[in-house]
């Protein structure tokens, strides 16, 4: 898929994911908006993976840490064609398994988060298992910026270095923001690099609202011979909707009557420039 | 009863002839390897042991990854901090999740004795209790070990395995097989029944044998799975015996005492009933057989509460 055809479709899951949410009355709009071009990116362009080839052995994987971004997951598996997209009206609904978490009863989804600071040593033991077993898949680990405070994720990051993890990329989603406000007010976390650096990991920081560079920055995986690799992503949380950008009430907000109707012109101005 | 071997030795040795069965079988640990008496198979297949270092959470999360790949893995680390600090991990990457790792508590209950309750495991069958999709197991002696180890690696879903350090007398046994979820019978009675698991079921089958020199016959049950519990002989032991003393090395709170317990009064059976554990306290310390001691969870002690039970009406 071009770039341009890329970009087309984060306008188009942006708008998938807000009649979702707004249908479903919940979700974790903020944090999904932020996160979708780099899921887009990944699922169309970068993974080794697809609904015919995930009960393989050697797919590429993917865990998403950051679990409670699970609209913008599934409205991705939709569109690569892991279920129906009709599927997801019963998101959130009695007994769907179509909930505010990615759980494995959804076909795609390869590992159960919702709690955070989980899904990281997760990636390694698969990214372990597959050096040991000398499989060329990788393992990709989308995590959120607040859930670093996790010390979790360090004791998993000190694994994968030691174990020279090149087949495993962490992506950090860095919109900067988390449900009490800013990362840096809650819990100072940079300065992110440097500390990734010192746990032995490759580092490359890119713009992960920026298709383009996305797709240069992970073609480029690993970007240092026997070290995991980590994407430091810098997003904006609730992007593509202006009202909704950088704006820490939307982390979970839910847009009204109007409030939808002016991000879908939103959306659809956006789109009509890529025409 | 001659002390035989330590139910941790059993494992190690049982893991070890497993793995070179079994080159995708693992071991992940967080240096604990000493501790479990793993060197032996860390020298004998070191492709197949992964360290992690004193990470518990980490250790569960990695088990969990290297489980998805397809691979039959043994999480190994002491029971205190792996059923506590890792609980989260035990819950979501393994239960929720379906991943079938063997999470294998070392030096549990009170092995570690003098180190004090930070070191002391006495809470792992509530917590886990309470989690579904995980089998508890608490084996007696080296026979349940060892079958318990080989039977855990067969069984496609979680397993917690409790070992302890103490060197263990072998017991004699009226069913000679073993299974999951179905408990052993040590020793045949009717006057009154012990319901024990692990490392209580030693002692209560010497309090048994005290008894006995008293005319007062004993059955004796080893409840090795926690959970599943087998139903069945719990209730036949509280409806075809005079009563029923229950004894782990765990909290009274939410071990096998109030699991038989509840299912005794749901099932309307009513019978003189007593849980040996330990109490909702601050625990003593001292060696293992001290401490036990102190709270009547050894032989003499068990046969006393025993007394006591029998002469109640």
């Given at each position: ?30 944090g ?23 009960k ?17 997951l ?12 009709k ?41 372990l ?15 959120g ?12 990051a ?18 900067g923001?988390?449900i009490t ?84 012109s ?10 | ?26 071991v ?11 060197a032996?198979?860390?020298k ?10 004193i ?58 004795g003098?180190l ?6 006495l ?60 408990a ?11 319901l ?12 048994a ?11 004796v ?8 519990l ?17 004894a ?28 040996m554990?330990?109490p ?6 001292g ?27």
């Amino acid at each position: 898929m071009s770039e341009r055809d890329l970009q087309r479709r984060s306008v188009q899951y942006r708008q998938a994911l807000l009649r979702l949410i707004r249908t479903a009355k919940a979700g974790h709009t903020g944090g999904d908006l932020s996160c979708l071009d780099i899921l887009n990116v990944l699922y169309n362009r970068i993974l080794r993976v697809g609904p015919e080839t995930f009960k393989g052995p050697d797919h590429d994987h993917f865990i998403q840490s950051k679990g409670h971004c699970a609209e913008a997951l599934f409205v991705v598996l939709a569109d690569r064609g892991f279920f129906p997209e009709k599927d997801l009206e019963t998101l959130n609904r009695y007994g769907s398994h179509y909930i505010g978490h990615p759980t494995r009863e959804v076909y795609g989804v390869e590992q159960n988060t919702g709690a955070l600071g989980h899904g990281l040593a997760v990636a390694v033991g698969l990214a372990l298992a597959g050096k040991m077993d000398r499989k060329d898949y990788r393992v990709f680990c989308l995590l959120g910026d607040g859930e670093l405070a996790e010390g979790s994720n360090w004791e998993a990051a000190m694994t994968a270095a030691h174990y020279r993890l090149d087949n495993l990329v962490a992506i950090v989603d860095r919109n900067g923001l988390q449900i009490t406000g800013s990362t840096e007010d809650v819990c100072q976390l940079s300065p992110l690099d440097e500390k990734f650096a010192a746990f032995g990991f490759g580092v490359q920081r890119c713009n992960g609202n920026d298709i383009g560079e996305l797709v240069r920055t992970f073609e480029a995986v690993p970007f240092r011979p026997g070290k995991p690799s980590v994407v430091l992503a810098k997003t904006r949380k609730g992007k593509g909707v202006s009202f909704m950008e950088n704006v820490a009430k939307w982390h979970h907000g839910v847009p009204n009557e109007e409030e939808f109707n002016r991000a879908m012109s939103e959306l659809e101005a956006a789109q009509a420039a890529l025409a | 009863m001659e002390p035989a071997q330590a139910n941790l030795e059993v494992f190690s040795a049982t893991l070890l002839e497993l793995a070179r069965q079994n080159p995708d079988l693992l071991v992940v640990t967080s240096d604990s390897r000493g501790s479990a008496k793993l060197a032996p198979f860390a020298k004998a297949v070191p492709g197949q042991i992964v360290e992690v270092g004193i990470a518990e959470q980490n250790l569960v999360g990695v088990a969990a990854g290297l489980a998805a790949a397809g691979k039959t893995v043994f999480a190994v680390s002491p029971a205190c901090f792996l059923t506590a600090r890792a609980l989260e991990q035990i819950k979501n990457d393994l239960c929720y999740s379906d991943r079938p790792v063997k999470v294998v508590g070392i030096s549990a209950g009170v092995s570690y004795g003098a180190l004090g309750t930070t070191h002391h495991s006495l809470h792992d069958y509530a917590v886990l209790r309470a989690i579904h999709n995980v089998t508890i197991v608490a084996p007696a002696d080296g026979f349940e070990s060892r079958e318990a180890v080989r039977a855990a690696a067969q069984l496609p879903a979680p397993v917690y395995l409790r070992f302890g350090k103490k060197r263990m007398p072998h017991l004699p046994r009226v069913d000679a097989g073993f299974a999951l979820g179905k408990a052993s019978l040590i020793r045949q009675g009717r006057d009154l029944s012990f319901l024990a698991c692990g490392e209580t079921v030693a002692p209560a089958f010497e309090a048994a044998e005290l008894l006995a020199k008293e005319g007062v016959e004993c059955r004796v049950l080893s409840l090795h799975t926690l959970k599943p519990l087998d139903y069945e002989a719990v209730r036949r032991a509280a409806t075809e015996t005079g009563g029923v003393i229950t004894a782990e090395e765990h909290s009274v709170s939410g071990g096998l005492g109030e699991a038989c317990a509840a299912l005794l009064l749901q099932e309307g059976i009513h019978t003189r009933f007593k849980i040996m554990g330990f109490p909702d306290d601050h625990t003593v310390t001292g060696s293992q057989d001290e401490i036990f001691r102190h709270y009547g969870l050894d032989g003499p002690g068990l046969a006393a509460t025993a007394r006591k039970l029998l002469a109640k009406r």
